[in-house]
C-alpha cells in the first residue's frame, strides 16, 4: 500500500515535470528578423522576396469646359416687331468656355525606389497591404485606403451642333401651318402666344367658371402652358443649349518641367485639346516646390561583422505650390505635397517585427500617416 502510494506520487510529479519543460519549449520563439534593402543592392530580387515601391506624386488636374450651342430661330427677323424682344440669337453658333477646374494629387509606383523585404522568425509582420501596382500603402491594414492612379481615359464626348437642333418638336396649330410666308406665319404665332399667356393668367386670377379639380391638375395646366409658350418664343429668340465636358490631365513634375509646361490647350471652338494641337491656346501648369529640411544622415556604426538591418522606407514630403493658368488668367492655386521631392527615411525595424502593429502610408506621397498598436 506505501509503495502504490508513493509510485503514484512519482507519477504525478514526473508528468507535471513534463508539462513544464513542454510549457517552456512551446515559448521558446526563433528570435525575429527584417531587413528592407533597395532592389539595386540585392543580388536576386524575385526569389523568395516580398517587394514593394514608394509612389512618384502625380499631379492630376480635371478641367470642364461648358460648349454652348445656339440655333437662330426661323422668326428671329420678327422678334423686335411683333413680341418686343431684343436678346435675340442671330446667327448659328458654337462657344466653349472654361468651366472649373480641380486639382488633387495621386500615386505611381517610383521604380527608383523599389525595396525588398526579407523577414524570418514567428513575429514577424508579414502582410504587406500594395496597390494593384505594387506602391505600399501599410502594414498589417484591415482595411486599404482609396486610391485613384489609374488615369481616366479622355474618351471624346460627342455633343451636338447647331445642325442638330431644330424647331421640328413645337406643336403648330393649322392657322400657322396655312399661312403663305414667313412673316404671316410669324404674327399668327406672336397672337398664339399672346393668347397662352392670356390663357396662363385666367387661371392663375381663377377667372374662369370650370377650372382644375385639385392642386395638382392645376400645377400640372400651367407648367404645361409654360412649356408651351417657351417653344413657341423660341421660334422667335432661338435656342442656346449647354453641354458640359470634363477631361483629365496627369502631370508628373520633376526638375525639368515644373515652370509654366503645357498642359492641355483651349479653344473657344473646339474646346480642350491636347497639348500638341496648336488649334487652342495653352493652358499652363506652374509647380513651385519648397525646399524642404532635410534630416541630417549619415553612417550609422554596428558591430564589427553585424549587418545594419533597416526597416521601413517611406518618404517625407515637400510642400509645393499649383498653379493652372489659362493664357494669363489663373484658373486655380492649390497647395500640394511631393514624395519625390522629399526627403527617405527608414523607420524602426523594431516596427516591422511585431506582429500587432499596424504602419499606415500616404498612396499618393508615401508619407507615413499612423502607426497603431492593436
Not at 127 to 137: C, E, I, Q
Amino acid at each position: 500500500m506505501g509503495i502504490k502510494h508513493i509510485f503514484s506520487k512519482n507519477t504525478v510529479i514526473a508528468v507535471a515535470l513534463v508539462f513544464l519543460i513542454s510549457s517552456c519549449a512551446s515559448e521558446i520563439q526563433i528570435p525575429s528578423k527584417a531587413n528592407v534593402q533597395n532592389v539595386n543592392t540585392v543580388s536576386n530580387a524575385t526569389v523568395n522576396s516580398l517587394v514593394y515601391s514608394l509612389p512618384v506624386t502625380v499631379i492630376r488636374v480635371e478641367i470642364e469646359a461648358e460648349k454652348v450651342v445656339s440655333k437662330v430661330g426661323p422668326f428671329y427677323r420678327y422678334s423686335k416687331k411683333l413680341l418686343n424682344v431684343e436678346n435675340v440669337v442671330l446667327e448659328d453658333n458654337v462657344e466653349w468656355r472654361l468651366k472649373g477646374v480641380k486639382v488633387y494629387t495621386t500615386g505611381k509606383p517610383d521604380y527608383s525606389k523599389r525595396f525588398v523585404v526579407s523577414a524570418s522568425g514567428s513575429n514577424v509582420a508579414q502582410m504587406l497591404n500594395l496597390t494593384s501596382d505594387g506602391v505600399l500603402v501599410g502594414i498589417n491594414l484591415d482595411e486599404l485606403p482609396e486610391t485613384d492612379n489609374v488615369l481616366k481615359t479622355n474618351v471624346e464626348t460627342v455633343t451636338p451642333s447647331p445642325d442638330d437642333i431644330s424647331f421640328d418638336d413645337v406643336p403648330m396649330l393649322e392657322k400657322q401651318l396655312l399661312k403663305t410666308s414667313t412673316a404671316a406665319m410669324a404674327e399668327e404665332t406672336a397672337n398664339l402666344i399672346y393668347k397662352v399667356r392670356k390663357r396662363r393668367f385666367k387661371i392663375l386670377a381663377s377667372d374662369y367658371p370650370v377650372l382644375p379639380p385639385d392642386g395638382e391638375a392645376f400645377e400640372v395646366s400651367v407648367r404645361e402652358l409654360d412649356k408651351y409658350e417657351k417653344q413657341l418664343v423660341e421660334l422667335f429668340t432661338g435656342k442656346k443649349e449647354t453641354f458640359s465636358v470634363t477631361k483629365t490631365f496627369d502631370f508628373i513634375p520633376d526638375s525639368m518641367s515644373v515652370n509654366n509646361s503645357v498642359l492641355c490647350r483651349f479653344s473657344k471652338q473646339k474646346g480642350i485639346l491636347d497639348p500638341m494641337d496648336l488649334a487652342g491656346t495653352p493652358v499652363y501648369i506652374d509647380v513651385k516646390v519648397e525646399k524642404p529640411a532635410k534630416l541630417p544622415s549619415g553612417y550609422v556604426q554596428v558591430e564589427k561583422n553585424e549587418i545594419l538591418k533597416q526597416g521601413l522606407f517611406c518618404n517625407t514630403p515637400a510642400r509645393a505650390d499649383v498653379k493652372v493658368i489659362d493664357r494669363n488668367i489663373l484658373l486655380i492655386e492649390k497647395e500640394v505635397l511631393l514624395g519625390q521631392y522629399g526627403q527617405l527615411i527608414s523607420l524602426p525595424v523594431d516596427l516591422m517585427q511585431r506582429d500587432d502593429v499596424k504602419i499606415k502610408l500616404d498612396p499618393a506621397t508615401g508619407a507615413l500617416i499612423s502607426i497603431t498598436k492593436e
